[in-house]
């Protein structure tokens, strides 16, 4: 029976999970051998590579170009001091590989692209985007949709955040949002501030999408936009709809990623 050649190590670590009637041992055995990709281990990164790597997903790939500042230490919580100036991917390896020998971290140190992203995304069991640009996320939602990968989008901004999971049969990021807003004016979060613990709301969320979809259980956030108001300690989810239109979802779907220009508004060309 699937699961049962679970070591004692292993029943010991995941007990937790293993006692549930939704995940047992055979649960346990399927985050063993999932494959997840974490786009950006930043603020939403953190969290979301922290519970991932502690459920036991067995092989945990992040992409992300970018090297730990001191600024980021408020909110990117698998960082630390010592780690300033070194790649983001390294300091990721070193919290995973600390914190679980069962896991395969797979370190990225590239930013994703229209060049790369179809052999980065090809074959994952989910796909995290904890992204901070808009050309990125387009990119994510466009290469996942294609390839039939499902995925988590997670945003941040000062109190608020947002996430969203689109699966193979439902709508998608460009359903909700077809075009990128002009440049200039959505402030990042090194213009508008956020607040620290905002991004471990949202970043929870998106890696309990993962787990959920890994083991085939609940209820997904799929045609639901959720939008968190730390502020207020709210909750509001926002039914949406495939757009029979819509260029990658939709009736007439673009055949690759080629085809979008990935500045500006991220339109199909």
Same mark, same amino acid.
């Given at each position: 029976?699937?699961?049962?050649?679970?070591?004692?190590?292993?029943?010991?670590?995941?007990?937790?999970?293993?006692?549930?009637?939704?995940?047992?041992?055979?649960?346990?055995?399927?985050?063993?051998?999932?494959?997840?990709?974490?786009?950006?281990?930043?603020?939403?990164?953190?969290?979301?590579?922290?519970?991932?790597?502690?459920?036991?997903?067995?092989?945990?790939?992040?992409?992300?170009?970018?090297?730990?500042?001191?600024?980021?230490?408020?909110?990117?919580?698998?960082?630390? %001091?010592?780690?300033?100036?070194?790649?983001?991917?390294?300091?990721?390896?070193?919290?995973?590989?600390?914190?679980?020998?069962?896991?395969?971290?797979?370190?990225?140190?590239?930013?994703?692209?229209?060049?790369?992203?179809?052999?980065?995304?090809?074959?994952?069991?989910?796909?995290?985007?904890?992204?901070?640009?808009?050309?990125?996320?387009?990119?994510?939602?466009?290469?996942?949709?294609?390839?039939?990968?499902?995925?988590?989008?997670?945003?941040?901004?000062?109190?608020?955040?947002?996430?969203?999971?689109?699966?193979?049969?439902?709508?998608?990021?460009?359903?909700?949002?077809?075009?990128?807003?002009?440049?200039?004016?959505?402030?990042?979060?090194?213009?508008?501030?956020?607040?620290?613990?905002?991004?471990?709301?949202?970043?929870?969320?998106?890696?309990?999408?993962?787990?959920?979809?890994?083991?085939?259980?609940?209820?997904?956030?799929?045609?639901?936009?959720?939008?968190?108001?730390?502020?207020?300690?709210?909750?509001?989810?926002?039914?949406?709809?495939?757009?029979?239109?819509?260029?990658?979802?939709?009736? %007439?779907?673009?055949?690759?990623?080629?085809?979008?220009?990935?500045?500006?508004?991220?339109?199909?060309?």
């Amino acid at each position: 029976m699937p699961g049962l050649d679970l070591d004692p190590t292993q029943l010991d670590r995941y007990s937790r999970h293993i006692i549930m009637d939704d995940v047992g041992p055979e649960g346990q055995a399927a985050l063993l051998d999932a494959d997840v990709l974490v786009i950006g281990a930043g603020g939403l990164g953190s969290p979301v590579i922290e519970y991932l790597a502690a459920a036991g997903v067995g092989t945990l790939a992040v992409v992300d170009d970018d090297t730990v500042e001191r600024s980021n230490l408020q909110r990117q919580i698998v960082h630390r %001091d010592a780690d300033v100036g070194t790649p983001k991917v390294d300091s990721a390896r070193r919290y995973v590989d600390a914190l679980n020998p069962d896991v395969d971290f797979e370190g990225h140190d590239v930013r994703l692209t229209r060049e790369n992203a179809r052999d980065l995304v090809a074959d994952r069991d989910f796909v995290v985007d904890c992204t901070d640009n808009f050309g990125t996320r387009y990119l994510v939602n466009d290469v996942c949709v294609l390839a039939g990968v499902p995925f988590s989008h997670g945003a941040i901004y000062k109190f608020e955040g947002q996430a969203i999971t689109v699966t193979p049969d439902g709508p998608c990021y460009r359903c909700v949002f077809p075009e990128a807003p002009e440049e200039g004016t959505v402030p990042d979060c090194a213009t508008a501030g956020v607040l620290g613990v905002l991004p471990g709301t949202v970043g929870c969320l998106q890696a309990t999408e993962a787990v959920k979809s890994i083991l085939g259980v609940g209820d997904l956030l799929t045609g639901r936009l959720l939008h968190y108001d730390a502020a207020s300690v709210g909750f509001e989810a926002v039914p949406i709809a495939r757009n029979p239109d819509c260029p990658v979802c939709g009736d %007439d779907p673009i055949e690759s990623v080629e085809d979008v220009e990935y500045s500006g508004g991220c339109t199909v060309v």
